[in-house]
């Protein structure tokens, strides 16, 4: 049997490395490519991009999965093994159900979808990507269908993001939140003690930027022989094991955003360095689900990154770097602002607590349209409103509004709870670190970020995909995945912050 | 038939964007990848390798070129789209000629034979490397042999990098020039006026030769929007089309080194930007030769790029950029060392009149070596020697000597003598130049060498592989191939540079 599990391990494992090809040229589109070479990196993309689909729908990876499930020595496979063949077979079936034909429309009606949406969003007018996301919708019902035409098509794209989720489940963890962050984003925004906002539009040049950047990623310990720091349009994180790119974006008039983009991607990129611990190129040393992968970037993000306790070692040196500009700010003004909370329009620039309402507003939208509740042409008119009652903000026009994302435009749907359950199990986690490591607060403080970064390594990182994403939390926890930690984490840091109490 | 061309050109053109995809990765390993990187990239090196040789050798070609070329329609294409058909052909037929377990062994002997060239070379000992060495002379003995039984393995070799040609022909051109060259060496070395070598090894600080290298490009005419310039250990050429990234190298106390390699590797770059006029990634529609391709490097750097033209009317430019490190140098004087020739140990630090003898020798060592007259172990005697008997030059140590060149470590025999027909292909389509445009000095005194660039192009670039390389040099000249163009540019230029009249 041992030879049938090395070919099909071969399989995934070729199936992988035109995966990492396909990253890297995308790598390349966004960071190194000349101008005028677009047409034939997309030539290269889609190229590699069906060899790579052929390969993970190869008739043999069926013959392999039947002929090892079946064998007599089956029940001879250690625990990873098994998991990896659990998890080529899950990926093989679903994969295996999408017609090719669809996938090739779906992916040209993205295309046609994301231009349009462009558009429309330079114009601040809905009107001219409607007809396009309705598309993109019916597409969206379709591929659910053909995945699991028995369930509730939503559930379907749940599940296929984030495997065991569902509507039921996401719900189950927002409301009780609601019910906490409500209240607490009122609290905060009638406090007496309101952060100094100024302070975060003072000018930083970029080429001090950069510097800090760089700087940030050695504190964390990011390892730049494995990795490199680009700058982008939109900061992403590509790559694997021992070559883990990551970007960023400078605004000279906002240097918070790329010092948080920075960690956050970092958080992605320590994931990817680290995850191949049972087996390269196996699917047990890969990343587990969006929501952890989006879970290790808030964890590296906010939890650490606008943490008082780093701030504490770092401001001075923070200082140093940018010279004197903000030579007369105090540590507890600006870790105050760093964390400052406002209703506002834009998910990505989102605050940490009124982040999971952009997220829990998405994710009813696209419930209720998916299910037929509603209809796309009345989408800005639901999404302002949303807004209002959800975060109490005004949206302007729905090039801030409905238009502000790219996702729906890709054919993306079901993927923006990856956000809140990032920050779900990033709590989570968190209360059990801080269990394990009372000192936590004192090692950062010292600027010994390594022993809190390393038992995240060790007890996220390291496991790759041995578990579903809830099966894991609860592996590394102890509990049942609960929104209350995060409830918890939110209200004892801004109580503290606003000083609520 | 229609339907079977483009079934043909289809997997042509697969096959050409994975050796697009590699030649990228290939440039990131030596460009951008971060230290660590170097086993995934290998990995995927070799994935898309052998991605693209199964799809060289597909049966399904052979298959295709039968049903076409036995046709009815067959005489309805046209001749470019026969030339399709010929050129996919030929590389087809002497693809499948190799065995699949020969590639593989081939090119693993290969990896080891590198690594033990680096130990010898570093070492300056040659036995370090004698084993490898030999045993890579007998892969290409048998490389030769599967590709045809009967004919001499040098001229199987040689006609397979360059469609055509053999010992004697390559003996036909370069016999004739060696007459010529010896006799022009010893008298420039022996003139009176010897040009003020001190001047090259002046220091121009890094920065302000890559501004500098950045222009030269610049007055070239060298689209960046298309393409890239960076720093690498080995300066090469990657890409085609729209994206031809090239390198260069710095060395503070020699800033001429990096200014002739950017414009010898934008001689090669240029030639991919333009070469696909017949049809992007259609046989017809990519470079013609080695020959063709170096001869169009060497056109750009020795013809164009150290003509007293050129500096007549970029001088001025070159001290402004340069500051005061310059001033005192007169354009005489300058253009006088940029050409300066003297015998020594390096090829690729040969000034043009030297530079063929290092060619001679390794074309010499190679037939010999194949034919068996003579033995590896031999060899550092046997070239230490000729550059005795060629050049007037004492070799002190293997690591100047045998050594020097990574082609053999490489597997590579047969490919040398592409530089020399480089050099011979370029001063005979100058020739043709400077009759179709008796006034291209004076055009390019004017910074005007968009005329003569544009003519090498139209010429020579957008002919693409209509014609095998002596054709095409035929086609272009309207005369047989002939070293005696070579023969008489280099004795007009160093004649008036060491006054030797």
């Known amino acids: ?75 001879n496979l250690s625990d990873l093994e098994k998991r990896n063949i659990f998890l080529i077979q899950r990926q093989y079936e679903k994969l295996v159900k999408i017609p090719a034909d669809f996938v090739g429309e779906f992916s040209k009606q993205g295309v046609i979808a994301s231009e349009s949406w462009e558009k429309a969003k330079d114009q601040a007018d809905f009107s001219i990507f409607q007809s396009d996301l309705e598309k993109m919708v019916e597409f969206n019902k379709k591929y659910a269908h053909y995945l699991n035409p028995e369930m509730d098509p939503y559930d ?38 309101q952060p100094n906002k100024s302070i975060l539009t003072r000018k930083v040049p970029i080429e001090i930027q950069k510097k800090l950047n760089f700087d940030v990623l050695n504190v964390i310990g990011y390892d730049l022989d494995r990795g490199r720091l680009d700058e982008t349009v939109h900061p992403f994180t590509t790559g694997n094991y021992d070559d883990v790119r990551i970007t960023t974006k400078y605004f000279e008039d906002n240097f918070l955003s790329a010092v948080m983009s920075t960690m956050h991607e970092a958080g992605h990129g320590e994931y990817e360095h680290y995850v191949g611990k049972n087996g390269r190129y196996q699917p047990v040393g890969m990343w587990c689900s969006d929501g952890v992968h989006e879970g290790s970037a808030r964890f590296y993000e906010n939890i650490i990154g606008r943490s008082s ?6 401001f001075p040196k923070f200082k140093e770097l940018t010279g004197d500009i903000f030579a007369d700010v105090s540590l507890e003004d600006f870790v105050a602002v760093i964390n400052k909370t406002e209703p506002s329009a834009i998910r990505v620039d989102a605050d940490e607590l009124t982040y999971d309402f952009h997220i829990i507003l998405r994710f009813e939208l696209e419930r209720d349209l998916l299910n037929g509740k509603i209809e796309v042409k009345d989408l800005p008119a639901i999404w302002n409103e949303k807004m209002k009652t959800l ?9 801030e509004g409905v238009l502000q994302d790219i996702h729906w435009s890709d054919g993306l749907m079901g993927s923006f709870t990856a956000y809140t359950l990032g920050n779900i199990f990033g709590a989570q986690i968190f209360d059990t670190l801080t269990n394990a490591m009372p000192d936590w607060e004192q090692q950062i403080e010292k600027g010994n970020l390594q022993e809190v ?12 995909n041995i578990l579903d994403s809830y099966d894991l939390v609860k592996n590394i926890t102890g509990q049942e995945v609960s929104s209350k930690y995060l409830a918890d984490y939110l209200t004892t840091k801004y109580t503290k912050l606003y000083k609520l109490d």
Chains 1, 2 share one sequence.
């Open 1 to 75: 049997m041992r030879k049938f599990y090395d070919e099909l391990l071969g399989l995934f494992k070729e199936a992988c490395i035109l995966d990492e090809v396909n990253m890297f040229l995308y790598w390349d589109r966004d960071v190194t490519m000349p101008k005028k070479g677009g047409k034939q990196k997309a030539e290269q993309i889609a190229l590699i991009s069906k060899l790579e689909h052929e390969r993970r729908i190869n008739p043999r990876i069926g013959e392999l999965l039947e002929i090892i499930r079946t064998h007599k020595d089956y029940e």
């Open 156 to 193: 379907v794209l749940l599940d296929f993001n984030e495997p065991g989720m569902n509507q039921e489940k996401f719900e189950s963890l927002v409301n009780p939140l609601k019910e906490v962050i409500v209240p607490l984003i009122r609290k905060c925004s009638e406090s007496d003690h």
């Open 309 to 314: 306790s780093l701030w504490k070692y770092y």
């Open 391 to 399: 975060l109490g903000y005004e949206v302007k026009n729905d090039a």
């Open 453 to 464: 970064l390393n038992w995240y390594r060790v007890n996220v990182f390291e496991k790759g």
